[in-house]
């Protein structure tokens, strides 16, 4: 019997046992995530960040958490450990080095945010700061996953569209764009990639129903990848996270990518937050201008307050909420 012959029924043990750990897990941490008080992230190791919804006319969720560095722990490890991704913890803890970590000490664990201006519904991925924000329908919820998009010259894409088909261990056909850059460096793909471990759309796939509908939302076969720009345009997320999405949506459910670097928040106490994250490179190399958006601009003019700290924010691009004016004590 052929050597690789031998290997497939370890792989196939290896398979099932995987899925049952995940949905044992899944089945004693979920019930805890979806009670959690608002505003509250689950704890590590988690799925996603699980969040109450705030009010509409409010739209921060979530708190910064603190991390004490372990021996031998890279920010690779911590990201995974709390489910954010790799560049948001570096760029909410700039300069350390992040694959040698000074043990003891204490990272900010980037799980506050501001909500993404869009209707609150579906899936909302923002580009700018690789994550996915999953609205369960008739639930007062968001989940956060961190996500990997199009690497520079594969950009994704914005969009509004839907979900168009949900795929359990989908096969993979190049296209002929893969397959010729693929041609360049020496490797031949083949014409379909069967499912199992060798297939890099992982165990789970949703199409998109945006153009010839070559864009999916699925999972990976790799160890890395997350949280940043490494795909040829999908969006690749943890196995883990897909497959717990993958459970919740629907066909015909709406997607909505964006790509929003800057993120204010008016808050009803009249605080005003601010969040900016580094603006994506284009396939030309340039990257968006940041400015202070026109409508808070207008605000702080107002309100009389100057635009320094706003200004501040935005060159510092750490991906946190950052309160730029206090709330308003009324008498």
């Known amino acids: 019997m052929p050597y690789c012959a031998n290997l497939m029924p370890l792989l196939a043990m290896k398979t099932q046992l995987r899925k049952i750990a995940l949905l044992t897990v899944r089945k004693t941490l979920l019930p805890l995530v979806t009670t959690l008080l608002a505003g509250t992230m689950t704890s590590p190791w988690v799925f996603a960040a699980t969040f109450e919804l705030p009010p509409t006319e409010s739209r921060i969720v979530g708190r910064i958490q603190q991390h004490e560095v372990a021996a031998g722990e890279t920010l690779a490890i911590i990201a995974k450990q709390y489910d954010i991704g790799f560049l948001s913890l570096m ?75 949900k795929r359990p261990n989908p096969t993979w056909t190049p296209p002929n764009s893969i397959r010729k850059e693929y041609l360049e460096k020496g490797v031949e793909l083949p014409r379909v990639v069967p499912a199992g471990p060798e297939n890099p759309l992982g165990e789970y796939a949703l199409r998109l129903a945006y153009g010839a509908g070559d864009y999916l939302i699925h999972g990976t076969n790799k160890d890395f990848g997350i949280g940043l720009r490494v795909s040829s345009g999908c969006i690749r997320m943890e196995p883990k996270d897909i497959e717990w999405l993958f459970e919740q949506v629907s066909r015909g459910e709406q997607v909505t990518i964006i790509d929003e670097p800057i993120k204010v928040s008016l808050e009803p106490d009249r605080s005003v937050f601010v969040e900016a994250h580094e603006p994506l490179t284009r396939s030309d190399g340039s990257k968006k201008l940041l400015q202070i958006p026109v409508e808070l601009k207008w605000w702080l003019e107002d309100a009389d307050l100057p635009n320094s700290k706003a200004k501040a924010v935005i060159f510092a691009q750490n991906g946190v909420p950052v309160e730029i004016a206090p709330p308003v004590i009324e008498f």
């Open 91 to 165: 760029a909410a803890n700039k300069g350390i080095d992040p694959f040698l970590p000074a043990e003891g000490y204490v990272l900010s664990i980037p799980s506050r945010l501001i909500l993404p201006d869009t209707p609150r519904k579906g899936i909302v991925i923002n580009l700018a700061e690789l994550r996915l924000y999953y609205f369960e329908p008739e639930k007062n919820q968001v989940h956060v996953f961190p996500v990997g998009i199009g690497r520079v010259g594969r950009d994704t894409p914005e969009m509004i569209t839907k979900i168009s088909q």
